[in-house]
């Protein structure tokens, strides 16, 4: 099978498998926002961010095994990570015991012992997904998250339709993460050894350790974020910024998680082609302009009508934050085109410069809302993310012989195209034309308008670009 053809079957599985997960974790959220207050969210927020925190080097642990082409790497990656994680487990506990009070999570004791079971569990099957990653095998991937989001998000409604609140949503990731363990060893054929030396442990370390440096500094931002929003202006404006971020996983999930989790393998299996590394970049970034420019525009019409739904009526602010901040999904696509980009071709320092850069925006941010008011928190935050993309490409042009100025250019159709699609579907609602009476119809009717018009407006102006488009996705 070609490396297109993988590539692009893999990205169709890996948009089923994120699919399937996205559906399930947000009926969840959802029906654990419906059964507590928004404060009540906001201190569980404060709970798992920290978790995420600490799970982000088993993150960047699995990068390493992706890109990697050898026997060895496997078998550092697996050793590392369980005993990183069974040392964070206890440390985090002993933490919390003494200084729990301290940090707002003394009512939160045993759903934080809870929670820290989550490490040792992702580190047991972290490098068994990888080299299935590795090894394009999404079909594989899919079948284990299908079983994963089943069993735990059955598990966490039965709990949520009894009462249990916050303990159902506990319950249903740790059940997953079983699953998840169980089936990876079972699919993956792979038993870890200790055939290792310190020459490949030392390589392992150098690269892991700038992978997590890279992605970690965007999480702790946000995570910092929400720990300063929460300290200024409250924990339901933890809870806010919460479920508006988490709708734009949403959308990040639909339109670039199935393409970035194929970008790594993909750019690391023609990283010694620069020709073929161009094409490669540009195609994605052209697959996923298509994707997340119209998505983008289309939640800032649809977006607090859509969070009012899904949510209630107390989440309205969540809904205006949304709107905004689904702007962002854009240029979420070409910060992890270049991000991965880098990662290819053998410099994650340059993704831990751009990582540090984003923490500090993150933090400018939080301050600046914190000080002006949760209103002008989206847009700051926008802004944000567009100085850092400028930052990123500055980085480019200078530290490599890449250019993204094809990739940009290419952009451009959809750009229009989604631009005159919001502009029909924010005149049609304000001229009355687009039912309003039910909410659900309302947003139904928008959506499908906004698809039509969007493929419209691409079909009759920009029929070459469609159709060379088209022909990336056939495989040759």
């Known amino acids: 099978m070609s490396l297109r053809r993988k590539a692009i079957s893999s990205a169709l599985w890996s948009a089923a498998r994120l699919g399937v997960d996205q559906v399930f974790l947000l009926i969840m959220f959802v029906l ?12 569980f927020v404060l709970v798992s961010s920290i978790i995420e925190l600490f799970r982000l080097p088993i993150s960047a642990i699995a990068d390493a095994v992706i890109r990697s082409s050898d026997n060895e790497t496997p078998n550092v990656a697996f050793w590392s990570s369980v005993v990183f994680a069974v040392v964070a487990m206890v440390l985090l506990n002993v933490v919390v015991f003494f200084a729990g009070p301290y940090l707002q999570l003394n009512n939160q004791g045993m759903i934080f012992l809870a929670m820290t079971t989550l490490l040792p569990l992702s580190a047991l099957c972290t490098t068994h997904m990888s080299l299935l990653l590795r090894s394009f095998d999404h079909r594989v991937m899919t ?82 974020q929400e720990f300063i929003l929460g300290v200024f202006l409250g924990l339901q404006a933890v809870a806010a910024v ?43 970034t052209v697959l996923g302009s298509l994707l997340t420019i119209p998505a983008a525009l289309g939640f800032a019409v649809v977006g607090s009508d859509a969070v009012e739904i899904i949510f209630g009526k107390d989440w309205r ?23 991965r980009s880098f990662s290819a071709i053998g410099l994650p320092n340059l993704n831990a410069l751009v990582g540090f850069a984003g923490l500090t925006v993150y933090c400018a941010v939080a301050i600046a809302a914190s000080y002006l008011g949760l209103s002008y928190y989206a847009g700051l935050a926008f802004f944000g993310q567009v100085a850092l993309l400028l930052f990123q490409l500055f980085i480019l042009s200078r530290r490599t012989d890449m250019s993204a100025r094809r990739s940009i250019k290419a952009m451009l159709p959809s750009v229009i195209a989604s631009v005159v699609m919001y502009a029909v579907l924010v005149g049609l609602s304000h001229a009355g034309l687009i039912p309003a009476t039910d909410p659900i119809v309302h947003v139904a009717v928008l959506s499908l308008l906004g698809a039509l018009v969007f493929v419209a407006v691409m079909m009759s102006l920009f029929r070459l670009h469609t159709v060379s488009i088209i022909r990336i996705l056939i495989p040759k």
Request: net charge positive; hydrophobic share 50%; aromatic share 14%.
């Open 242 to 284: 919460r479920v508006a971020w988490r709708l734009v996983d949403v959308i990040n999930a639909a339109t670039i998680q199935p393409m970035f989790a194929v970008m790594l393998p993909l750019f690391g299996a023609v990283r010694d082609d620069k020709e073929k590394l161009d094409r490669a970049i540009y195609s994605t």
């Open 32 to 43: 654990i926002t419906r059964k507590v207050t928004p404060a009540e969210v906001g201190s």
């Open 143 to 224: 079948i284990c998250t299908l079983a994963a989001g089943v069993c735990g998000g059955l598990l966490g409604y039965v709990m949520a339709v009894n009462g249990y609140g916050t303990w159902s949503l506990v319950a249903q990731k740790l059940l997953a993460e079983v699953v998840y363990v169980a089936f990876s060893w079972y699919f993956a054929r792979w038993v870890p050894n200790f055939d290792m030396t310190w020459n490949g442990f030392r390589e392992f370390i150098n690269y892991t350790w700038h992978t997590f440096l890279s992605s970690s500094t965007g999480v702790i931002g946000v995570r910092l």
């Open 317 to 339: 602010t969540a809904g205006d934050i949304a709107a905004v901040l689904g702007l962002i999904v854009p240029i979420n696509l070409l910060t992890s085109v270049y991000s």
